[in-house]
């Protein structure tokens, strides 16, 4: 599975239009090129027509060469040089954003899964799927789950499950390595002097 994750990052609400413009843009790349593009999960920018990030998972039947070939051309840091379009009179041009490309290894991943049937919600209407179609996927260890029902069959269901689950734990990852580094920024800032639990002396650093 080749997923791509498009990002505003922490900018303003020009970058996330950027994000929307690049998923447009994409979109169209998919389809000259007949690679397949679903959208897993979107969050949506402040403005209308905007995205603070996006997830995709691309596939093509060339064992997602094609694919990711595609997807790496978003990769990295990318630039929008552009008059903003909310503040007119605004002298910035330069708006920032990125992408990075995962290759999931959906067999290993799925096996650290526990998949739960589930009958599709929603508000009712004709498009609704009614079916026991939707799915609730459950990460072993860590306890992390997701819901995916927007697909009418469950293995795609699945798909969506297991990129959603990927993101989240890449997402708790570098959750956890920010807190690391946090709190190495804070014991640099709040390093107690007096009583020290080891005393080392002179250039050669002989503990007492």
Request: aromatic fraction near 8%; proline fraction near 2%.
């Amino acid at each position: 599975m080749i997923l791509l994750q498009l990002s505003s990052g922490q900018g303003p609400a020009e970058c996330s239009r950027a994000v929307a413009h690049a998923l447009s843009q994409l979109e169209k790349q998919c389809q000259d090129a007949g690679v397949g593009f679903t959208l897993v999960e979107a969050i949506r920018g402040e403005q209308k027509y905007s995205y603070k990030s996006a997830l995709l998972r691309l596939s093509s039947s060339d064992n997602n060469v094609m694919a990711k070939q595609l997807a790496n051309r978003w990769q990295g840091s990318m630039l929008w040089v552009c008059q903003s379009p909310f503040r007119p009179r605004h002298k910035r041009k330069n708006w920032f954003f990125s992408g990075a490309v995962y290759t999931v290894d959906e067999q290993t991943l799925s096996r650290e899964i526990t998949f739960l049937r589930c009958r599709a919600s929603g508000a009712g209407g004709q498009h609704v799927n009614t079916t026991d179609s939707a799915v609730r996927a459950i990460h072993t260890e860590t306890g992390l789950s997701v819901r995916a029902d927007s697909e009418r069959s469950q293995h795609a269901n699945k798909r969506i499950a297991i990129a959603l689950l990927f993101s989240k734990l890449e997402a708790m990852k570098e959750q956890q390595l920010s807190t690391q580094n946090k709190a190495r920024w804070q014991q640099h800032q709040t390093l107690q002097r007096g009583a020290p639990e080891r005393t080392f002396t002179g250039e050669q650093f002989k503990q007492r």
